[in-house]
């Protein structure tokens, strides 16, 4: 469990706040001779954090020292060079503020303070934590054109000494609510050996778990004695409270779970999904690419593009007449059309090329259900049969007007299933990486070919569990423990 640990230039710029011990001086953490070497979390407040300062060599040494650190040397690295001239389009609605956000009087700029991903004004709070994700500073002072609001044109840490009476209020509940631990007293009882952070989206209508998965990871957690808590976006400034992270939110790779992944990653923190396995199989066009390059059984497929795509005929001659199109993100069968026709082809290709520039286009292999193989770090952990949805020919089958309906699913005990197939999916999650995935697989005249890899698969209790029980929540826990334990001995 992390404590945490608050460095300041004097102990004087702590007056306007609680006394408390997290406290310490940059010149008594760099002078330090034994520090603890896994307990602590750094919070760097020093004034000046510039390239060769003490504040910078804090959070050097931090790093040096297996402490975590906010700013971490990456995060002071990125705001020291040139920043992005332009914010993601899906952002530029949360900038357009017509004149509501405080302009700075030297400059212009429109002005947005961030507090430990917080800020004053709640219309711009998802800017605003959206902003700390990329950069994890407590203090940022991000500025922005007034005539163009998805101009971000300055970004840097402010410091203690900037804060105004009020901005200090600010500042303190934002550093409460970061890390509550700062300011109570140690609790009595043995503290958890690590403090896990299970991330999902409890609106989602799709969750890789439902809840009653994710509070049986967490009652196995604690009688394993870690601390795990679930945790939403609106709480995901609060991530370097923790020593981990599990992701249980559907991933992509231009969304908050992949810049979560990335700031866990940067913080050295153990994560599932790691952002190398979000970017491998969230986009079907780089998965064909890599199964190409391993050799892996798949089906037969080709790329269309938007500015010079294949005409039907010379698709059909590659893959048949009837085929699957998808777009290169798609999830729980959504963006995958079936066409068997050149109407049909080029009508869906409009739709498609709407929202990708790339489209996969494969052969149509019909069968009665797919296998779904867990694996955890290379070994199968649980085996599913996912039937197709009745009378459609995809596991999910959503129609315009009405609720989504799915296929019913049967878990059969790994070493039951096809051993051609556990191979395959042991192989196929090897080229991913040692993340927890779940390996698609149709069997087609005996023969086993990969659909695709899912970096985070479903366990639903009742469903994937049906086998192993709560050990199979327990063998993820374990895997989580064991690289906490391996990074604690490095």
Known sequence: MNSVLVIIDSIEQWEPYYKTQSITTALDYLQSENPDQHSHLIINLCNNLSYHSEGYYCSLLAQARKHKVIPSIDTLNMLEADIPAKLESSLVRHCKCNGELPTNPINGLLQL???FGTCEDPRFEKLARTIFDRYPAPLLRAEFS????SHLCSLRTLNLEELTDHQQDLFANALDAFNKKVWREPRSKKPARYDLAIFHDPEEQFPPSNRAALNLFINEAKKMNINAELITERESSRLMEFDALFIRQTTAVNHVTYRLAQSAQHADMVVID??????????KVFLKELLDRFGVPAPRSCLLFRTNSLNYQGVANQLGQTMVLKIPDGSFSVGVSKVECEHEFNTMLDTLFTRSSIILAQEFLPTEFDWRIGVLNGEPIFACKYY?????????????????????????PVHEAPRNVIRLASKVAGAIGKGLYGVDIKTVKSTAVVIEVNDNPSIDHTIEDK???????????REFVRRLNAKRRG
């Open 388 to 412: 197709m949805a009745r009378g459609h020919w995809q596991i999910y089958h959503h129609k315009a007007g009405c609720s989504t309906r799915s296929g019913r699913v049967m878990t059969v």
């Open 467 to 477: 086998i192993l029980g709560n050990e199979l929540y327990r063998i993820i826990l």
């Open 113 to 115: 303070d961030i507090y």
């Open 146 to 149: 007034a005539n163009q609001h």
């Open 274 to 283: 790691d952002p190398s396995s979000i970017i491998r199989c969230t986009n």
